[in-house]
């Protein structure tokens, strides 16, 4: 476990830190080793992280099938944007550095987020280098953004009808204005160097309803970036991810083809 930051150092802060962004690193035997990694953010609606179910689960899955695992526990409310996605791009520079260390691919590290970590996932995916993300050290010359991304049951939109709105008041307050929701949704953030993306979700998820992956997945068509989406029966939210669950096979499957 790593924290990522220095405690006199944690950039965007508001008031006494809760806790240090904490960095957990599952490395696989060299003999399994795929040369992929994944950093991993948990969902919580920015207001908590749900780490063991869908961070070290998914970890240790990923792990079992040679591909290197970061679980992130990033800050959250009462910090608002940018505080988590700081938290995220310093962790994508830190899995990168990783995987130069251990003798991976550094252009084989991908990111994968579940509900408002897949938010999350996705501006890291969309959103350039904020200035405040840099503090001087040797990390700042590595590029923070993934070469793939993973978004499981995902907060897409900030402002569209079937948008999440616990996430939004957590990550900008309740007095957010509708153009900055707007700006941060991922519907609206698809750009032409956007990676790979592969969206899992149940049709039915009432906390993440499947609109905002088909409207995802659209415009990524739309920009000719290469995605894949899986939606499935059922209703219930935050399942996590493990052999059990219907994406998991299929998250392998498209891993294998982004080596």
Excluded: C
């Excluded at 990694?37 to 207001?47: A, C, K, T």
């Excluded at 501006?123 to 405040?132: A, K, N």
């Excluded at 149940?202 to 659209?218: F, M």
């Amino acid at each position: 476990v790593q924290n990522i930051w220095p405690a006199d150092n944690l950039p965007g802060q508001i008031g006494a830190p809760d806790f240090l962004p904490r960095l957990t690193y599952y490395l696989p035997s060299p003999e399994y080793r795929t040369g992929q990694s994944v950093l991993i953010l948990p969902g919580g609606g920015y207001r908590n992280v749900s780490t063991a179910k869908e961070g070290h689960r998914p970890a240790q899955l990923l792990a079992s099938k040679g591909i290197a695992a970061a679980v992130l526990e990033y800050r959250h409310a009462p910090q608002r944007f940018p505080v988590p996605l700081l938290d995220a791009q310093r962790a994508l520079r830190i899995v990168r550095q990783y995987a130069i260390d251990h003798g991976l691919d550094p252009e084989a590290v991908g990111v994968m987020g579940f509900s408002a970590g897949g938010h999350l996932a996705g501006l890291l995916s969309h959103l350039p280098v904020q200035p405040e993300a840099s503090i001087g050290d040797a990390l700042d010359q590595i590029n923070p953004q993934p070469n793939f991304t993973a978004l499981i049951y995902p907060v897409v939109s900030l402002v569209a009808d079937y948008a999440h709105r616990g996430s939004r008041n957590n990550l900008l307050g309740p007095n957010s204005s509708e153009s900055t929701a707007a700006g941060l949704s991922l519907e609206n953030l698809v750009q032409l160097s956007t990676p790979p993306h592969f969206i899992a979700q149940l049709q039915d998820d009432s906390v993440t309803p499947s609109a905002g992956a088909l409207a995802l997945y659209a415009t990524l068509t739309k920009s000719n970036i290469p995605a894949s989406l899986h939606i499935y029966p059922g209703s219930q939210h935050g399942t996590g991810l493990g052999h059990n669950h219907p994406w998991g096979k299929a998250l392998l499957e498209w891993l294998a083809a982004m080596r």
